[in-house]
C-alpha cells in the first residue's frame, strides 16, 4: 500500500510538473515559468517606497551622470556633457518602459507576429507593404549624415542596449514574461519606428479610395457639392486676412483627367472624424503677469503605460523638461529658461495613392511617362510564431510600394486583362531628420531658434505653437509639404503621368506662420491651417471647426489670464455643434406628438446648457439624436456593405440642415413620399428616444453622459486588468476636452513664461511601465479629475527640493 501512494504521489508529481512546463498563460508562458519565485511575475512587484540612493556602473559613460527622482518618479538627469546626457536618457528609459520600447518598434516594423502568431500577420504584412521598414532605413540615413544627430541617436541606442545587457530573466518586464520572450539588442533604426508609427497615427489615413468611389457612383457635381475645399464653418489657425510677405513658387499645372478603376474592394485606414489636439499660446496683454502662457494637450490613444515619458534633461549645453516618446532621443513638447512649445497634428495631403498599370501578370513592368518601366523587388520575411515564415514580395516604382496589387482592370477596347495595384507615395518614405528639430528647440532661445529648428522637421506635419520670455507668441503649420496643383491626392491618382508627380516643395521660410498677432493669441485644433488666400494647396480638408471656434471665443474674452484659467479650458466641454444645431432640429419637433418618456427627454435637452458634463443627461440625447440624423441622413445613398464610400462630413450635413432643409439627399427612395429634413430630424429623435429607453429605462441617473459614453483606459496590449475599467467622466469629440472612448489628452501641459518660468502637466497614468509599480499608475486620478502637477525644474543637480525622493549616480 505504501508503494501504491508513494507510487501514486510521483505520477501526480511529474503530471504537475509537466502541466506547469507546458500549459501556457493567456497563450504566453509555461505556468512553472510564470508562477516561480525566482524568475516569474513575483519579481516585477515593487513597494512604493524608494530607495534614497543607489549607484549603478554602466557602459559608455564619459563622466559621471547624476539622477534626481522626484515624487512621480519623474527623473531629473544631469549630465556633463550631451553625449552622456542621451546615453542616460536611453538607459534610463528603458528601465522604466523597455517592453513599451519593443512592442512599439515590433509594431511599426512589422514584427508582431513572431511573438503572438498568426493574428498578427495581416497588419505585420500591411505596415511592409506600405514602407515602414524603408522609410526608417531612409530616415536614418538623413541622421547619420548630421554628425549632432548621430551622436545623439548612438548615444541613446547604448544607454538603452546598457540597461538590457544588465537583465537578468528574473528581471524582465513583466509582459515579457506573459508573452513568453526576451528583449532584444536595441538598434539605432528602433529610435526612428517611433517617429514612423506617430506618422502613421496621425497621417496614415486617407480618404481617397472612397471619394474615387463616390466620384464613379454620384459623378463630379454631387461630389464636389457634398465635399467642397473650403467647409461651411471655418475659423482658420492663421487669422483671416493675414498677408503673405513671399513671392510663391510657380503651381503646378493639373493632369489630365483620370479616375481610377477597380477601387471598390479596397478601404484603406480610414482617417477618423472628432479626434484632435488643441493648442494655444496668449500674449502678456491677455495674462496677470504681463507674460505668455502656453498650453497644449495632445490627443492620442490612452494606454497603460502612456505613449509619453516625464523627463528633465540637462548638460553645459542644454536644461530642458516636458514629454518624450519612450524610445527615441530628447523632449518632443516642452519647455527650457527661455521658450515653451507645443503640437498639434496639421493633417497636411502628405500620403497619396497611385493607380499602377503593369506590363502583364508577371508585374516585372509598369507604365509610366510613356514607358515601361522595371519594377523593383524587396523580399518582406515576416516570422510567425508556432507557423512557417511568410515571405511577401513588395514591388517599388517611383511613387513607392505597391501595397494593394491583386486587382485587374479591363482596358477599354481590349479582352484581355491587365494587372494594376495601387502604389504609396508617403512623406514619411523620405530621407528626413526629425531629431536635429528637437534637438535645437530643447536648446531654444527665441523666436529665431524656433523657426530654425522647424527647418528640420519633415513628418508627421504639426502646428508647432510657440511662446517665450522675451514676450513673442508664434504658431507654424510645419513640415514638408509637397508642391501640388489643388485638389491633387483627393482622389487616386494616375500612376502613368508625371503631371501627377509631387513636384517639389512648399519652401520653409513660405509655410504658413503668425507671430504676434493682434488678436493676442494664437491656437490650432486641427482646423484649416488658413483662409483661401494662402497660394499653396496643403489638404482640402481638415478636422471640424468646433475646437478651433471655442478655444477662439474663450481667449478672445480673456483677461487676467493665469495658469488655472488654462487649465480650466482643456477641461472645457462646451459643444460648438449643438450651439449651431440644436436650435434647428428642436424647431422640427412638435411636443403634442410625442408621448411621456418622448416629452420628458424633449424638456431635458430643450433647456440643455450644451456641455458634455459627466452628469448631463441632455448631452446623451444630443450626442444620440445628432449621430442618428447624420446617420439616416446619408445611409441610404452611402451605406455599402460591397463598396467602401467616404461619407460627406459634419460640417456639410449641418449646412444641409440649416440651409437647404428640402435637399434631395434627405430624402429614401425606396418610401414613396419625398422626406425632408424634418422628416429625418423626426426620425431620428424617435429611434434615439425610443433605444435609449429601451437600453437604459426611464430619463434618470442611468441616462448621464458619464454613464452613457465609453470612456476607459486599456494597457497597451489589451492585456485584461491592466487597465482602468470604464470611468465615469464627460467630454466628448468636437469639445476642447475631446474625451471619447479611450483617445483623447494624452499629456495636458500650461506654461508660464518669465523671468522664472514654471510648467503644470499631467498624463494618464505614471512613469513605470510595470503594473506591479505604485508608478504605473499614480497620476490618473490628477488627469481624470482636471488637475496638473507642478512640474519640476531644477536648475542643477545640486538644487534642493523636499520633491526629490532618491538620487541614482550612474557611472
Known amino acids: 500500500m505504501k508503494f501504491f501512494w508513494a507510487f501514486s504521489s510521483l505520477i501526480v508529481t511529474i503530471a504537475l510538473i509537466w502541466f506547469l512546463s507546458a500549459v501556457r498563460v493567456l497563450g504566453g508562458p509555461p505556468f512553472g515559468a510564470f508562477l516561480n519565485p525566482s524568475t516569474g511575475f513575483w519579481q516585477n512587484a515593487e513597494s512604493k517606497n524608494i530607495l534614497p540612493a543607489e549607484n549603478l556602473k554602466i557602459t559608455g559613460l564619459l563622466d559621471e551622470v547624476t539622477v534626481q527622482y522626484d515624487d512621480h518618479r519623474i527623473p531629473h538627469i544631469f549630465a556633463k556633457n550631451d553625449h552622456d546626457l542621451y546615453l542616460a536618457q536611453g538607459f534610463i528609459t528603458a528601465r522604466d518602459r523597455l517592453w513599451e520600447m519593443d512592442i512599439q518598434t515590433r509594431s511599426a516594423s512589422g514584427r508582431l507576429a513572431e511573438i503572438v502568431g498568426p493574428k498578427a500577420l495581416d497588419i505585420d504584412r500591411y505596415h511592409r507593404r506600405m514602407g515602414m521598414v524603408y522609410g526608417a532605413e531612409n530616415s536614418l540615413k538623413g541622421i547619420m549624415k548630421n554628425p549632432v544627430s548621430k551622436m545623439v541617436v548612438l548615444a541613446y541606442t547604448e544607454g538603452v542596449n546598457s540597461y538590457i545587457h544588465s537583465l537578468a530573466p528574473k528581471d524582465y518586464p513583466l509582459e515579457f514574461k506573459l508573452l513568453n520572450y526576451e528583449p532584444e539588442e536595441w538598434q539605432p533604426i528602433n529610435c526612428v519606428f517611433l517617429l514612423k508609427l506617430m506618422s502613421e497615427t496621425l497621417a496614415g489615413g486617407s480618404d481617397q479610395f472612397g471619394l474615387t468611389n463616390d466620384l464613379k457612383r454620384f459623378g463630379a457635381k454631387d461630389v464636389n457639392d457634398l465635399f467642397p475645399d473650403y467647409p461651411f464653418h471655418e475659423d482658420p489657425i492663421i487669422p483671416a486676412g493675414t498677408k503673405w510677405n513671399f513671392k510663391p513658387l510657380p503651381i503646378p499645372q493639373p493632369s489630365k483627367g483620370f479616375t481610377a478603376q477597380m477601387t471598390e474592394g479596397i478601404k484603406t485606414k480610414e482617417i477618423v472624424p472628432g479626434i484632435g489636439s488643441n493648442n494655444w499660446a496668449i500674449s502678456g496683454s491677455k495674462t496677470a503677469t504681463g507674460y505668455p502662457i ?98 511577401d514580395t513588395v514591388l517599388y516604382t517611383v511613387h513607392g510600394p505597391v501595397v494593394y496589387d491583386s486587382s485587374t482592370e479591363k482596358t477599354a477596347g481590349h479582352h484581355e486583362n491587365i494587372p494594376v495595384g495601387d502604389a504609396l507615395r508617403w512623406i514619411a518614405h523620405d530621407e528626413s531628420d526629425e531629431f536635429m528639430c528637437f534637438y535645437l528647440l530643447n536648446r531654444g532661445k527665441d523666436y529665431n531658434d524656433y523657426r530654425k529648428a522647424l527647418t528640420y522637421f519633415t513628418a508627421p506635419t504639426q502646428n508647432f505653437i510657440f511662446a517665450s520670455s522675451d514676450k513673442d507668441i508664434a504658431i507654424t503649420p510645419n513640415g514638408k509639404f509637397p508642391l501640388k496643383y489643388k485638389d491633387q491626392g483627393k482622389f487616386v491618382l494616375d500612376g502613368s503621368d508625371p503631371a501627377d508627380d509631387w513636384h517639389g516643395w512648399i519652401p520653409y521660410d513660405q509655410n504658413p506662420t503668425v507671430k504676434n498677432p493682434a488678436q493676442g493669441f494664437v491656437r490650432s485644433a486641427n482646423e484649416s491651417p488658413t483662409d483661401p488666400s494662402y497660394p499653396y494647396y496643403i489638404n482640402w480638408r481638415y478636422e471640424q471647426y468646433y475646437r478651433g471656434k471655442r478655444i477662439s471665443d474663450k481667449l478672445s474674452a480673456m483677461q487676467h489670464a493665469t495658469v488655472d484659467s488654462m487649465r480650466l479650458m482643456q477641461m472645457d466641454n462646451y459643444s460648438i455643434l449643438a450651439q449651431d444645431v440644436l436650435p434647428a432640429m428642436l424647431k422640427y419637433i412638435d411636443p403634442t406628438k410625442l408621448h411621456a418618456d418622448q416629452l420628458k427627454a424633449y424638456n431635458i435637452i430643450k433647456v440643455w446648457d450644451k456641455h458634455y458634463a459627466a452628469n448631463a443627461i441632455g448631452a446623451s440625447i ?90 476607459f483606459i486599456d494597457h497597451l496590449a489589451s492585456l485584461p486588468g491592466f487597465g482602468t475599467g470604464q470611468f465615469f467622466t464627460g467630454g466628448t469629440g468636437g469639445v476642447i476636452n475631446a474625451l471619447r472612448n479611450n483617445n483623447g489628452p494624452s499629456w495636458r501641459m500650461v506654461v508660464q513664461m518669465g523671468p522664472t518660468v514654471k510648467g503644470y502637466g499631467v498624463f494618464p497614468g505614471g512613469e513605470s511601465g510595470n503594473p506591479g509599480s505604485f508608478f504605473y499608475n499614480d497620476m490618473f486620478t490628477t488627469w481624470r479629475d482636471g488637475k496638473l502637477n507642478e512640474l519640476l525644474f531644477l536648475n542643477s543637480a545640486e538644487e534642493k527640493s523636499k520633491r526629490i525622493k532618491t538620487t541614482l549616480t550612474l557611472r
Not at 430630424?681 to 458619464?706: C, R
Open 294 to 391: 502656453l498650453a497644449n494637450d495632445p490627443h492620442l490613444n490612452l494606454t497603460f503605460p502612456s505613449i509619453w515619458y516625464q523627463v528633465q534633461m540637462s548638460s553645459p549645453t542644454v536644461n530642458v523638461c516636458g514629454v518624450s516618446l519612450p524610445g527615441a532621443p530628447g523632449v518632443v513638447i516642452g519647455f527650457n529658461q527661455k521658450i515653451s512649445w507645443g503640437v498639434t497634428n496639421v493633417d497636411a495631403d502628405v500620403l497619396d495613392w497611385y493607380q499602377i498599370k503593369f506590363k502583364d501578370n508577371t508585374k516585372k513592368e509598369y507604365w509610366y511617362n510613356n514607358q515601361w518601366n522595371k519594377v523593383n523587388k524587396r523580399i518582406e520575411t515576416i516570422k510567425v510564431l508556432g507557423e512557417k515564415t511568410v515571405i
Open 622 to 711: 444630443f450626442n444620440k439624436w445628432w449621430n442618428k440624423f447624420y446617420d439616416t441622413t446619408w445611409a441610404v445613398n452611402f451605406d455599402d456593405n460591397k463598396v467602401y464610400l467616404k461619407m460627406p462630413s459634419y460640417d456639410r450635413t449641418e449646412q444641409l440642415l440649416l440651409t437647404e432643409p428640402i435637399s434631395k439627399w434627405f430624402d429614401n427612395p425606396a418610401t414613396p413620399q419625398k422626406e425632408t429634413c424634418a422628416d429625418i430630424v423626426n426620425l431620428a429623435f424617435t429611434a434615439t428616444i425610443d433605444e435609449m429607453l429601451h437600453k437604459y429605462g426611464s430619463p434618470g441617473a442611468k441616462w448621464q453622459w458619464g454613464n452613457v459614453k465609453d470612456t
